[in-house]
């Protein structure tokens, strides 16, 4: 993890298979900040790992990052889950 970072969950979503956490990490990055979405297995007895996507956030501020994230429709999550395997 990129020193800085900060974590917040916005989301629960679900798919045939399993439930997951959606993640948004966020980091300085001048001359503002990035981010990028995490989808975490929700459960403990989970079978399945944390899926990262790439750093393709972007804003002034951490809040303009979180801000792009929560607006994201459900099912644009849904796609870019199952494109990260």
């Known amino acids: 993890m990129i ?22 990490e966020a980091w300085p990055d ?22 990262e996507g790439p750093p393709a956030l972007r804003g002034r501020t951490r809040e303009d990052v979180l801000t792009q994230a929560y607006e994201m429709p459900e099912q644009r999550l849904r796609v870019m889950l199952h494109s990260l395997g």
């Open 30 to 51: 001048e001359p503002g900040y990035r981010g990028r979405l995490v989808f975490a297995p929700d459960g403990a007895d989970a079978p399945l790992g944390p899926r």
């Open 3 to 24: 020193t800085g970072t900060e974590v917040t969950a916005i989301r629960r979503i679900s798919d045939d298979r399993a439930k997951w956490r959606v993640l948004v």
